[in-house]
């Protein structure tokens, strides 16, 4: 269960169910809402992957045109006579089922169905399995997966109460950070339903090559990959650049993405008159961002908190530059510095901090021999600990532990391959 479905940001939620098919599973895809198929991901066209999804279908604003189409649905689709009893009981359902916005959720659960597993990414999504289950449109353990603004800013937003049934009813919880782990049993949630279990690349898919030395390299490319959000800190990206060039570095800053801060960003940078060290690529497909990887020096990823409180997990970039040998320099923020070790396998700096960015990016290039060390720590780090399939394997080994269901076979070697994982790794 997902909300906006494919989304070009959320790599870990394809790559994730693609692997899962290649093992020979069975799965159902729920989604809220329709992403934007020109920048479709590979494995989505491969595995034919929006038309295996149910959406929820448009409510319509006006009352009428809502009130039609739920009669349409209700002719064409044919839903259980106990789903429509409990849907349109307006004691128990109150506004929810007055203004049908109850009934249009639940269309995509038409039939009812039973799960071994109900997967959901993000906590809305974990509490809408929930609701589905109490209505009888699913069946199955509801595991869920708590990623960074859903844990913050939508927390913030409504309060941790809009979490009361998920924690009661919900059967497993899983982190991508250890501070996430903290943060919700601190909000109640029982500790033996609780586990970090990481995001990870496909390493395979990332040849590692040794950074260059850069010192005599005619310019420099830094990039940088994200929505154009205030959490991504773009801003002190091109800030830092301007530093950068005020000492007579020959860089240029490419930034993937698109978002609210477009048009900001982009005064910002015609105000330091950066047109032509500082381009904004908008919105990318994966291809694309990997072929930026590889022409890449140095990722830069300077998240910060966000006004509203919105927060990073820890962001795949981070995973991919590392995998690839990419030296990185990223903020002190959230997970990242679990991800990354400060002067071990890469560079940390303090949030909204342009100029030590800036410093971090210096070392970088007049320290060629420490930089290729922290590079190949890095891969390491990746390998061993963020690995996509190692990740997979070892959420199949929690599943089947928790439930005690025969849900797969692994052989010994790949068994010793997860345990030695899950001592690396925070639970």
């Not at 259980?80 to 089922?97: D, S, W």
């Amino acid at each position: 269960m997902v909300g906006r479905f494919p989304v070009i940001s959320e790599t870990f939620v394809i790559n994730q169910i693609t692997a899962l098919l290649d093992k020979g599973y069975q799965i159902d895809i729920y989604a809220t809402k329709r992403g934007k198929l020109d920048l479709i991901q590979n494995g989505v066209s491969k595995y034919n992957l929006v038309h295996q999804t149910r959406f929820k279908p448009h409510t319509p604003y006006n009352s009428i045109k809502r009130f039609l189409g739920a009669l349409y649905l209700m002719i064409s689709q044919r839903p259980p006579g106990e789903v429509l009893r409990n849907l349109f009981n307006f004691m128990k359902h109150g506004r929810q089922a007055v203004n049908l916005s109850l009934f249009y959720e639940t269309v995509p659960f038409w039939p009812q169905k039973s799960y071994d597993i109900i997967l959901c990414h993000f906590g809305p999504n974990g509490s809408r399995a929930v609701a589905m289950r109490e209505l009888g449109l699913i069946k199955g353990p509801i595991v869920t997966i708590f990623h960074g603004f859903d844990i913050t800013h939508y927390v913030k937003m409504f309060g941790l109460g809009i979490y009361r049934q998920l924690f009661e009813k919900g059967e497993l919880f899983l982190t991508v950070s250890d501070l996430w782990r903290k943060k919700l049993l601190s909000a109640g949630v029982d500790k033996k339903r609780l586990m970090v279990h990481r995001v990870g690349v496909q390493t395979e898919k990332f040849i590692y090559h040794p950074p260059e030395p850069l010192l005599q390299k005619p310019v420099i490319t830094l990039l940088s990959v994200g929505r154009l959000v205030e959490k991504k800190g773009i801003e002190y990206g091109i800030r830092a650049i301007e530093h950068l060039l005020k000492k007579k570095y020959a860089v240029k800053y490419v930034i993937l993405g698109d978002g609210i801060l477009k048009e900001e960003l982009q005064s910002l940078i015609s105000s330091k008159n950066l047109n032509g060290q500082v381009v904004l690529e908008g919105a990318c497909n994966q291809d694309k961002v990997h072929s930026r990887l590889k022409e890449a020096d140095i990722v830069l990823v300077p998240s910060v908190t966000a006004l509203d409180g919105d927060m990073e997990g820890i962001p795949v970039i981070l995973m991919e530059a590392m995998a690839a040998g990419v030296p990185v320099v990223a903020t002190d923020h959230s997970g990242i510095p679990e991800l990354v070790k400060n002067n071990l396998n890469g560079y940390l700096v303090e949030e909204r901090n342009a100029g030590e960015i800036a410093e971090k990016v210096e070392y970088i290039i007049h320290h060629p021999d420490q930089v290729l060390a922290t590079s190949r720590r890095a891969r390491l780090t990746i390998e061993e600990s963020f690995n996509a399939s190692i990740q997979n394997r070892r959420l199949e080994l929690i599943l089947n532990i928790l439930y005690e269901k025969p849900l797969f076979r692994l052989s010994n070697k790949a068994r010793a391959t997860i345990s030695g994982q899950s001592q690396k790794t925070p639970t």
